[in-house]
Structures are given as structure tokens and as C-alpha cells.
């Protein structure tokens, strides 16, 4: 079990930025696909981002595609969501989660999850 866990959420306004970062316990960190969801209030979790175990290889949502990026530092067992041009409907929980799978959306693929971090969008 990988242990994770998120940080950098917070209040933003549209069109601003926010940066999510997710520590993980895992040795070695680059044994693990990693992915970040949303689950918007009364909704149910849905993908946003995954990262191949390397870096190399990146699928994002169509709904954040070109407004988000994931990325990874394997180096220091964190990976990243930088946000831009945030909307509204961006306002969600954000979670990261750790898969053995290669770069899969859903999230019963995942094994592990951290506890998840508050973003709100206000317009």
C-alpha cells in the first residue's frame, strides 16, 4: 500500500491558478503509474490526469485538456497538477491515487488514494 498524500488546494478565482502536489511513500516511486481525480460535490469521482511510471507518456480529460498538466519528479516521489484558466466547474476534491496499470482512467484501476484537498473556483 502506497501512502499519499495531497496538498496545495485552496480558494481561487476563474481564469487564476493553483498547483496540487501529491507525496508518496513508495519505493521505488517509479514502480507506480500515478493519477489525479475530481469529485465535484454530489457527483461522482471522475478522471482528470494520469502519468506513466517515467514521465514520458500523459493522458488528461478532455474537460482540463490544455488547462491542466500533470507531471511527476521521481526524484522526489511527488507528483504534480498544475491548473490554469480554472473554472467554476472546476470546483471539486481532488484526489491522487497509485496504479500498477499503465496509465488507466479509471479509477478502479488504482490501488492506492490519498485522503484528497479542497478546490473551489469561485466566478
Known amino acids: 500500500q502506497v501512502q499519499l498524500v495531497e496538498s496545495g488546494g485552496g480558494l481561487a478565482q476563474a481564469g487564476g491558478s493553483l498547483r496540487l502536489s501529491c507525496a508518496a511513500s513508495?519505493?521505488?516511486?517509479?514502480?507506480?503509474?500515478m493519477g489525479w481525480f475530481r469529485q465535484p460535490p454530489g457527483k461522482e469521482r471522475e478522471f482528470v490526469a494520469t502519468?506513466?511510471?517515467?514521465?514520458?507518456?500523459?493522458l488528461h480529460a478532455d474537460s482540463v485538456k490544455g488547462r491542466f498538466t500533470i507531471s511527476r519528479d521521481n526524484a522526489n516521489n511527488t507528483v504534480y497538477l498544475q491548473m490554469n484558466s480554472l473554472k467554476p466547474e472546476d470546483t471539486a476534491i481532488y484526489y491522487c491515487?497509485?496504479?500498477?496499470?499503465?496509465?488507466?482512467?479509471?479509477?478502479?484501476?488504482?490501488?492506492?488514494w490519498g485522503q484528497g484537498t479542497q478546490v473551489t473556483v469561485s466566478s
Open positions: 502519468i506513466s511510471r517515467s514521465g514520458i507518456t500523459t
Open positions: 491515487a497509485a496504479t500498477t496499470g499503465v496509465i488507466p482512467t479509471s479509477p478502479r484501476s488504482y490501488n492506492s
Open positions: 513508495a519505493r521505488p516511486f517509479s514502480s507506480y503509474g
